[in-house]
């Protein structure tokens, strides 16, 4: 499908539920694209960071395209990361998640190699001028290490290069630079601009946001939808009492002990543990070299479930998953 | 062939040669592995950041590694990079390498993803578990943004995970205290150190260390297998004169424009352009999406050669290589 | 005179005028006071990084808070910045400005030494213990190159340590926390919570911040106490066009050649120069080592006057200022 | 008195003991500079990062001067740090230490305040222009966060701004091109370029350093004068052996838990328990807010010593000084 431009909404990262022996799980994908599409996001977008696309192979990441192209049926626009190092590699997975069905790809700067703000111009440039569909913009700087400029992503929205922006910088004065600039600039339409912040999604979009990507929405795609619509009637004092709920849920990214592992396997394992403590995937593991939560640490999780209102009896939740490690 | 514990003298990290069209230019790969070769280094290794592995695709990683290994026909150990984000991508790309012929593989810690020591560890252990090969570490915080502990190299190094280390840190403290605890440390033998430094292999040498893996040394092999034989025999004063004319060589990788290009381009540009001018490769091209050196860069690069003695006459040079651009 | 608690609405962190042998212009000074408090701000905040607080000696400091504190005559209350490196010397920053009548003091964590948690935690615990006056804690990565986590300062806050946070950090979600942290926590009362932004100040106060330091206020303070009533009124569409006006004029900053200067040249020498050409203060100067803005830049800056509606006739505000350089 | 044009041989950076109440300890002063003197040291240099020049009061720092240059009665050159965040602040601790009869001051790019390349070398020539006394340039990158490019370094140099270099960037081959360069330049005589490593300081007389600044010569500075003349002899194999004697005695900077203090805590506590342990200076404490080293971390200090031959009796030594803590 032609995914709107722009394209306004909730549109999850989505999860990549794993097997013990880390390979797709796709039943659990299934469930929890289901899980996610019931609660009414406006699109899925896979193979993002919070998807673990680093950690997962070119085969994996083909396969969570294709079956969740297949399983989303045309209802819902998939937007699919094309997550590599340097224009040639980039080119291969826009070509590979375009042809398993992708309706936009989300690329990255370079990385590995250091890049000067031109050669990620030359970068954006050749990646649009070959990929078959609309290509989004993902300003990651913790993982990339480097910024996309606000003027640069207009300069190429103008130019036709970007089709949208998603920015995972947490600079919320250089996203409303191109919020802004997406509105007011004449050579500019139909430009998303997606903030990946879970914490300010209700300012982002009072100052003109189309949309928000937000991983917690694996956990709590609800709230996520609520806010989207208390923000678009206008509704600030519920809009924010909504996202602070969704704020205080969040809380739950920092579970893991610092001495022991780092902030994905923290993060990224706090949304599986709470996927599957409420019953959407089989099984909390996470990629390698990721380490797992510990039991406490999971309890924890559970916690955060309970005082969001997520989880009616932790006890029935855990004895429904009984493979939690 | 198995490589040899500890692995010794000058081991060049070899450029990948490009056709303009920015394809491995196999011709002149097998007239640059025979350049260094002739020059009487050590070792090669292929796929590591001078052979802008981040910039090729698999397959053509797969060729440059399954050309070298064909023409170096076992007189050379050849090491190769296994560059890749994460755990499960770089299993795979050490199946592929090692299934090409590589006797050794160069791994580096995760990125993109932002890993813990202790996920490092992990990782290390998860490759080396499942390398036919043995697995040297390379610590090259400039590209992954983070560093690879001394103490956590010599008990990797201990335990068996690893063969060796290539460090490309410019940390020489640190350096140092894997170089002594290699040597002094019971449980470890045959651990081969590394300097991926240009500008001081004679103090590596000096301390201890085995190896060295200069990028430069594409332009010079000569030089640095002078060095080696300089700082072995115990020469200092001769080693010290030929390191300083190694350093002043090095220079050309500041001959591109900031303004206009990252280091790599500069960097990069500037090695294949001198192994251009000296007649060993077709075409200076890089890969996408690095800047090209403009015409004056590209004689400044010449520049460089002739006062370091490496281009009897400058015109005669461009003459016998058209394409220069 | 005692500060609210918590201190609400505009801060202005005050510039410093200097003459053009970088001595304190206090009849400058004066008038830029004067032009703060008719416009209706609700504070004044001096020695900040805005004030170039790191670029005056202490005599100069002093000065400037003797002054200030003369000036406004217990009509808004003054904080100072004691903006030093250590503990020891913090604590003869605080007692200094204290001494010249400063209502409260802002302090950051250390720097040039590298600091922990936990020595960050003993250095506000030790100069709010030897301080006669209320102690905000300011967070400026930029400049200290570390971070308050959100939750040392909340603790620090129920401590009865930190009267306030002045978040220059940028980091909306971080800054939210405290806010939401402050509103519910129970042994917290009075604290203030302010945003350094200039570019999203609406925002920060539809999640409840309690004011605003926005250098960019000593050019248009008017704009911002405007931009503070629209918000307190729930005015939310005028809000965020004068939001958006003042996120215009705010590019400012940018006027200076990177290639020439550093940031902080150029941001400090537009708000000097918008000063300057808007009749306030006699002389746009910025402190040595800063580069002065060209007469280009400055030009430029006043387009970026007259866009806001600040200028009405440049050639008359430049003719009332003979001494732009 | 004049320093020498280049200053050559050791030059410890003196540790700043204190009182229990974190007064600088005059008499444990005396002491500490006896027993450098004694060991046959080649200058003084008084104020740096280790002798938490970031942590005294300009009361206390101007002490620290008059006291050595008192103390050392021109027996030795007194280098005295001068480290503020700009230059007109710099500008009067330059005054202030040369007043009180520093033979040559150390200076750092501005830190707080971030510059430009162009503002580093205004500073230092502003800096310069006004010092009564020769100007040596400080690179500290951990402290300040930017670095002194060599080719700024020179050209400072051939202008007569800068004496001489002390480099504390860890950074070899930066190191290095300012070493050949003063050699080679027509245009610079008698630049001091002097190494702040503990770890490779063979490495940097091997490639024609000047001196050595090593924090570590606080407590063993018989260990570095012998490595000086082992290098200045030639007598690499000694020089070797000593080196990484030094290098051992240097892991006492990791003693201090990461859990709950920094590095400067770590590294300056343990060389003050060290100068404690070997009964030179009365008291171990480090100026606030640096934490502690706990009694087991003291004895750790204390195997460090032992192992390095300098501790004859570890119960005799603390018997001497009945008041570690």
Redesign the interface.
Known sequence: MTIPAPLTGVVPPVCTPLTPD?EVDVASLHRLLDHLTAAGVHGLFVLG?TSEA????DR?RELVVAETVRHAGGRLPVLAGA?D?????VL?RVAAVAAAGADAVVVTA???????P???A??FR?VAGASPVPVLAYDIP????SRLPAGLVLDLAAEGVLAGLKDSS????SF??VV?GARTRPDITGFSVLTG????V??AF???ADGAVPGLANVDPHGYVRLDRLCRT?D?PRA?TE??RL?ALFGMVHVGD????????SAIGAFKAALHLRGVIACPAT?????PLSAAEVERVGKFLAAAGLLQSRSTGTRRNPRVS
């Open positions: 880390r960071s680093a950690f997962l192979t994996q997550i190092m340097t224009t040639p590699r291969e370079p990385f590995y190699a250091r890049t000067h031109a050669e990620i030359r970068h050749l913790s993982a990339v290490h947490g600079d919320l004065g409303r630079e802004t912040s879970e914490l300010f209700d300012a009072a100052l003109g206008g600030h924010r996202q602070e704020c610092p001495a022991r592992m780092g902030p994905s396997s990629a390698e070299p990721q380490v």
